[in-house]
Protein backbone atom coordinates (compact mmCIF):
# COMPACT_ATOMS: atom_id res chain seq x y z
CA UNK A 1 0.00 0.00 0.00
CA UNK A 2 1.67 3.35 -1.06
CA UNK A 3 -0.45 5.51 1.24
CA UNK A 4 -0.41 3.74 4.75
CA UNK A 5 -1.98 6.79 6.67
CA UNK A 6 -4.70 6.34 9.07
CA UNK A 7 -7.21 9.30 9.29
CA UNK A 8 -8.99 8.02 12.21
CA UNK A 9 -7.37 10.77 14.64
CA UNK A 10 -8.37 13.54 11.95
CA UNK A 11 -11.70 12.10 12.46
CA UNK A 12 -11.88 11.71 16.23
CA UNK A 13 -10.38 15.41 15.98
CA UNK A 14 -13.49 16.48 13.84
CA UNK A 15 -15.81 14.56 15.87
CA UNK A 16 -14.66 16.02 19.21
CA UNK A 17 -15.09 19.73 17.25
CA UNK A 18 -18.46 18.78 16.93
CA UNK A 19 -17.59 18.65 12.19
CA UNK A 20 -19.67 16.10 11.16
CA UNK A 21 -19.92 17.03 7.65
CA UNK A 22 -17.32 19.19 6.07
CA UNK A 23 -15.80 20.83 2.89
CA UNK A 24 -12.12 19.04 2.54
CA UNK A 25 -9.36 20.83 0.00
CA UNK A 26 -8.03 17.83 -1.22
CA UNK A 27 -6.81 16.08 -4.85
CA UNK A 28 -6.33 12.99 -2.71
CA UNK A 29 -9.22 10.12 -2.60
CA UNK A 30 -7.45 8.81 -0.10
CA UNK A 31 -8.31 11.18 2.29
CA UNK A 32 -12.05 11.18 1.45
CA UNK A 33 -12.41 7.60 1.47
CA UNK A 34 -10.59 7.37 4.50
CA UNK A 35 -12.41 10.34 6.36
CA UNK A 36 -15.95 9.06 5.33
CA UNK A 37 -15.08 5.18 6.76
CA UNK A 38 -14.29 7.20 10.00
CA UNK A 39 -17.99 8.80 10.09
CA UNK A 40 -17.46 12.09 8.80
CA UNK A 41 -19.61 13.11 6.03
CA UNK A 42 -17.57 15.12 2.63
CA UNK A 43 -20.29 17.33 1.76
CA UNK A 44 -17.96 18.96 -1.01
CA UNK A 45 -14.24 18.16 -2.38
CA UNK A 46 -12.31 21.30 -3.26
CA UNK A 47 -9.78 20.36 -5.72
CA UNK A 48 -5.70 21.57 -4.29
CA UNK A 49 -5.13 24.15 -7.51
CA UNK A 50 -0.94 22.99 -8.61
CA UNK A 51 1.03 25.02 -10.79
CA UNK A 52 2.73 22.57 -13.25
CA UNK A 53 6.29 23.15 -13.75
CA UNK A 54 8.96 21.42 -15.50
CA UNK A 55 10.18 20.92 -11.99
CA UNK A 56 6.87 18.98 -10.36
CA UNK A 57 5.16 17.58 -13.69
CA UNK A 58 6.83 14.00 -13.55
CA UNK A 59 5.75 13.78 -9.67
CA UNK A 60 2.40 14.81 -10.07
CA UNK A 61 1.97 12.46 -12.99
CA UNK A 62 3.24 9.96 -10.78
CA UNK A 63 0.75 10.77 -8.31
CA UNK A 64 -2.01 11.08 -10.55
CA UNK A 65 -1.14 7.84 -12.19
CA UNK A 66 -0.14 5.28 -8.83
CA UNK A 67 -2.30 7.30 -6.57
CA UNK A 68 -5.42 8.38 -8.93
CA UNK A 69 -4.91 11.85 -7.15
CA UNK A 70 -7.52 14.11 -8.49
CA UNK A 71 -4.89 15.96 -10.67
CA UNK A 72 -5.44 18.25 -13.78
CA UNK A 73 -2.42 18.41 -15.84
CA UNK A 74 -2.64 20.90 -18.61
Known amino acids: QADSR ?6 EILKE ?7 LITNNPSKLDGLTNCGIKIHD ?3 HRINVNSSNRRY ?4 ASKLNHLITLD
Do not use: Y
Not at 17 to 23: E, K, P
Not at 60 to 63: D, M, N, Q
Open 60 to 63: LETK
Open 6 to 11: DFGWAA
Open 45 to 47: RIS
Open 17 to 23: LGALSIS
